[in-house]
């Protein structure tokens, strides 16, 4: 008899995903990486959105909701439109995808390592699948957390 040393192996429904902690680089410019932390995390009551907060050694952190599936595609191609892109890098030893965030304020491009990240996401559609992320979601609720308003119940 063995035990499964899997840190990723199937939780049970009730218990979430921990936050993943990964180390990116920034990209100044092209050829100046700037090291940051992020922590991702998953909301199961809210499966189709990651939230990710670049945590910053002096000042504040920057957080970005993007969508799950968003993240997944850009592990292996071109995906996401507007503010949020992401695509797979060219192949070098440690397979990475870019992560492109531009708002009015920032533009910002990190290097994201692809292995962890997608192992991660897996674990969180074993939570909840692709197809049914968006069962049950109170759309109001939902668009109100988004927009960081605060959430008033609907009648």
Not at 12 to 28: G, K, N, W
């Given at each position: 008899?063995?035990?499964?040393?899997?840190?990723?192996?199937?939780?049970?429904?009730?218990?979430?995903?921990?936050?993943?902690?990964?180390?990116?680089?920034?990209?100044?410019?092209e050829?100046?990486?700037?090291?940051?932390?992020?922590?991702?995390?998953?909301?199961?009551?809210?499966?189709?959105?990651?939230?990710?907060?670049?945590?910053?050694?002096?000042?504040?952190?920057?957080?970005?909701?993007?969508?799950?599936?968003?993240?997944?595609?850009?592990?292996?191609?071109?995906s996401?439109?507007?503010?949020?892109?992401?695509?797979?890098?060219?192949?070098?030893?440690?397979?990475?995808?870019?992560?492109?965030?531009?708002?009015?304020?920032?533009?910002?491009?990190?290097?994201?390592?692809?292995?962890?990240?997608?192992?991660?996401?897996d674990?969180?559609?074993?939570?909840?699948?692709?197809?049914?992320?968006?069962?049950?979601?109170?759309?109001?609720?939902?668009?109100?957390?988004?927009?960081?308003?605060?959430?008033?119940?609907?009648?």
């Open positions: 008899m063995h035990r499964d040393q899997s840190p990723l192996k199937a939780r049970p429904a009730s218990e979430p995903v921990p936050p993943l902690f990964l180390d990116l680089d920034q990209m100044l410019d050829f100046t990486p700037l090291p940051i932390r992020a922590e991702f995390r998953f909301d199961p009551d809210m499966p189709a959105v990651i939230t990710v907060e670049f945590l910053a050694e002096r000042g504040p952190s920057l957080i970005w909701r993007i969508g799950r599936e968003l993240l997944h595609h850009g592990l292996t191609s071109m996401g439109c507007g503010d949020v892109r992401m695509w797979p890098a060219l192949p070098r030893e440690r397979p990475s995808s870019w992560l492109l965030l531009e708002s009015e304020e920032v533009e910002a491009l990190f290097e994201v390592p692809a292995a962890p990240l997608a192992e991660w996401l674990a969180t559609c074993r939570i909840t699948s692709a197809e049914a992320e968006m069962d049950g979601l109170n759309w109001d609720g939902f668009l109100m957390e988004l927009l960081d308003g605060p959430a008033t119940p609907s009648e």
